[in-house]
């Protein structure tokens, strides 16, 4: 890539905005265009769970991917170095009934993991208020978070300080650029340049959050996880294949709400609202990035529930396109072209 040469990133979301930040800042022109506020997609909605070990258990589509999502996991500290955002490293404890635990803690082996069993004094202290009826769990510490909103303003802010030029505006092509990187969630207006995009299907989800404090780390159960900041208590979140709309269904949120209540009795009581946004999913689970079939387009799309956790991955290998560097070992594993008829 030629210093100063000119970048279209469509999207600002968890992929467009860490993808426009490494562009620029190795070395280019980039302007994000996207007409949406800056945290109403699906990455503002997110728990922003960094969860290479209980996805790869918890989440059948993602069971191969765990050497993936821990490499993606472990670009996260330069990019906490990179902009002003604070990872969350206390970890993730998983409590359920005994054959879930026992599954649960069966899968974390597998992957060489070996989580710390825990009884119910330190459960208490991990995750206060957590319902008497669980009485064992094990805490894996190899799953981090981050505050999405927080991190979607600081991506921003620092992509702005490096001189990424925003638009609040629908892209439709290249508009001006020399390449187009397409980062638009579940959106296909882009499909004209990128017919890759037909392989995406939307998958809903709902998430509820409180003005409540839960000071404890992320709770994994069963039909729930809750996670917690002071202040953003966060109960998720649903899984609502092929539907893409954003409207709240009260059933959907009473499911969650009994699930989060049966961890934390408290819950019953918290004044919940309802939040939905729309992920975007490939057929195996894992998204497409880099080079799209049409020349100057790339792809960073498809990153499911995962879209945080991947970010920074996404980006490097976005970037290693554009620049004709290493692109390193997952490159095959996320080439939008799999999908195509002969592979190629
Ligand atoms: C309830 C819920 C909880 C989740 N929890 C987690 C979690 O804990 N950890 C995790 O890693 N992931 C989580 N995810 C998944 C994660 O949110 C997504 O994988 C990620 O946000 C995808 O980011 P994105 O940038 O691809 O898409 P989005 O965040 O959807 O952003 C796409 C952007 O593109 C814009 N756009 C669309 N069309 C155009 C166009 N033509 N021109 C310009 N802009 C356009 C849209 O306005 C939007 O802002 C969760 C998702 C949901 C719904």
Redesign the pocket.
Known sequence: MRRGAKITV????????TTALALADAGAQVTV????GPA????????????PAF?AVLDAATAPQFDLLSAARDLWPALEARIDVRIDRSGAVAVGETDYLARTEAGLRTLGLHPTELERRALDGLAPGLAPRWTRGFLVREDW?IE?GQTLAALRRAAQAAGVVFRP????GFEGGERLVI????????AVVAPELANLSP?????LRARAAHDGVVVRGQGAYV?GAPGDLTI???MQAGLDDRSVEPGQVDALRAAGTRLFPAFASADFTA??????ATPDGL?MVGRGRHNGVLL????????????PLVARLIVACVTEGEVGPYAERLNPARFNAAGK
């Open positions: 469509a999207g600002a979301g968890a992929l467009g905005l265009f996207d007409p949406a109403d997609n699906a990455s503002g909605v997110a728990a922003g769970m960094l969860a996805e978070r999405a505006e629908r892209a439709t980062a638009t969630g579940n959106g296909r207006d882009l998958i809903k989800g709902h998430i996670t998720g979140a649903t939040e939905t946004g729309v992920r975007a998204p960073a799309v498809g990153a499911r529930r995962n879209g945080w956790l991947l970010a």
